[in-house]
DNA sequence: TCTGGGGTCCTAGGACCC
DNA sequence: TCTGGGGTCCTAGGACCC
């Protein structure tokens, strides 16, 4: 029996839960003119996080640096970002999805799946999805698209036709007329990379990926690459809706600075500004980490990493910090201008037992304490107070 | 025009062990 | 003394997603 599965896009998600918030506030609809959600526009190297479809309409896309999109559209309508705002939309339009099937697997922020196979009691598939659609737009004001199809990726690839507020089938049978004539590019997990690759080989469209010979594809993508292509150009995924959230694998935290930076002690501060993101976050989700990793990006956009493995997983700040100091001259030789620094951790545990030493550091003690106080006042992230960083220096140079 | 931030998965080579 | 093959872990890099 063939299944139904729906996904649900939010049309220009932040751009659309950024106007409701400002429509309650008594201004415009700003999904009505030219208007994007960046980060700070006085920063030249803030891009664009979502935009309006008037400013769509302009040329103006999402990735794309602001400065560029103001010299295309001098008027354009720059508001920042709410996430606290953002998280908001997101849980209530789940909820109501939810309410459809309880079979329901998040994607991201503002996308999901449903797997409605046994939830339509014999109604028609088009006519559920569209009143799933004008639900979310009447308790909360925002529009979604749904994507109808046999399987996840189908009804992906529907989500994603004419936008925005609309329904779209994508069952097997119409994969010849509706996918097909489709370019590689608008496939899924086909990137620019792929796209070229392809394109080199004259292979331009879903419909031509379709009915290239697996081998042929083998020789260039490999086994698994091609198989991937060749199933999906085809309309075919047997992947299930997976309810159970997954456990996170790893977390980072990158700064990419208004002017490069070349001084070493603005790179450690800047180090110890992503090391205390990192690690504030996995101690309030009650995990450890083994394994440190640290990155950088040159003026040239070039980027190197590095990673190693602690002997023993910690949450604690200052010997991640160290970790990450450690590998820092592997990576750079103290000159060369770096755009971006990161880090990040990996290998992660719940494993709560302390190991006690009778040779313990006498200086955890301290790191955990400053720790403590860190999580506790909620040291704004993005300026952690001198005096807090001065001291953890200090101590941490020790080692 | 000049390119953010946060993730996942895959591959390939080297080290090490049996 | 010189030898095979397989498994696992680790690291670096790349491609993709939102």
Redesign the pocket.
């Given at each position: 029996m063939e299944r139904v599965i729906f996904h649900i896009?939010v049309n220009s998600?932040f751009l659309s839960w950024t106007a409701v918030k400002m429509l309650s506030e008594g201004h415009q609809d700003i999904r009505l003119i030219p208007s994007v959600v960046s980060?700070d526009p006085s920063?030249?190297?803030?891009?664009i996080?979502a935009a309006s479809i008037p400013a769509k309409k302009l040329g103006i896309k999402?990735?794309?640096?602001v400065?560029?999109a103001l010299?295309k559209y001098p008027n354009l309508l720059i508001v920042s970002g709410d996430w606290e705002w953002y998280g908001k939309c997101s849980r209530g339009f789940i909820e109501i999805c939810r309410k459809y099937s309880p079979v329901l697997q998040q994607?991201?922020?503002?996308?999901c799946f449903l797997d409605m196979t046994f939830r339509l009691y014999g109604k028609e598939p088009v006519e559920v999805a569209a009143a799933l659609k004008d639900e979310i737009h009447s308790s909360l004001g925002f529009t979604v698209n749904v994507g109808v199809g046999s399987n996840k990726l189908l009804a992906?690839m529907a989500s994603?036709f004419e936008k925005p507020d609309k329904v779209h089938t994508l069952w097997s049978s119409e994969v010849e007329r509706k996918m097909w004539p489709l370019g590689v590019?608008d496939?899924?997990?086909?990137?620019?990379?792929?796209?070229?690759?392809l394109m080199d080989y004259g292979i331009r469209t879903i419909g031509q990926l379709a009915k290239t010979d697996i081998n042929y594809l083998e020789r260039i993508f490999?086994?698994?690459?091609a198989l991937q292509l060749h199933l999906s150009s085809n309309g075919i995924d047997s992947s299930e809706v997976e309810t159970e959230v997954?456990?996170?694998?790893?977390?980072?935290?990158?700064?990419?600075?208004s002017k490069d930076l070349t001084d070493p002690k603005d790179v450690d501060r800047a180090l110890f500004k992503?090391a205390c993101?990192?690690a504030h976050?996995i101690r309030k989700d009650s995990f450890k980490a083994?394994?440190v990793?640290i990155?950088v990006?040159r003026?040239?956009?070039t980027?190197?990493?590095?990673?190693?493995?602690l002997t023993q997983p910690t949450d604690i700040t200052a010997l991640i910090l160290n970790e990450a100091r450690r590998?820092l001259p592997?990576?750079w030789d103290g000159e060369t201008p770096l755009?971006?620094v990161?880090l990040?951790v990996?290998?992660l545990t719940h494993d709560t037992a302390e190991q006690m030493s009778l040779f313990e550091d006498p200086r955890l003690e301290y790191y955990r304490s400053w720790d403590k106080e860190y999580d506790r006042k909620k040291l704004d992230k993005e300026d952690p107070r001198t005096l807090a960083y001065e001291s953890l220096s200090k101590h941490s140079a020790d080692h």
């Open positions: 896009d998600a980060g920063d030249r190297r803030s891009i996080t999402t990735a794309q640096p400065s560029m010299r994607f991201s922020i503002d996308e992906k994603d590019r496939l899924l997990w086909v990137g620019k990379k792929t796209e070229q690759r490999g086994e698994r690459s997954p456990e996170a694998k790893s977390y980072s935290a990158e700064r990419t600075f992503v993101i990192v976050r083994s394994c990793s990155f990006k003026t040239d956009f980027t190197s990493q590095k990673q190693s493995t590998l592997e990576i755009r971006q990161g990040g990996s290998r």
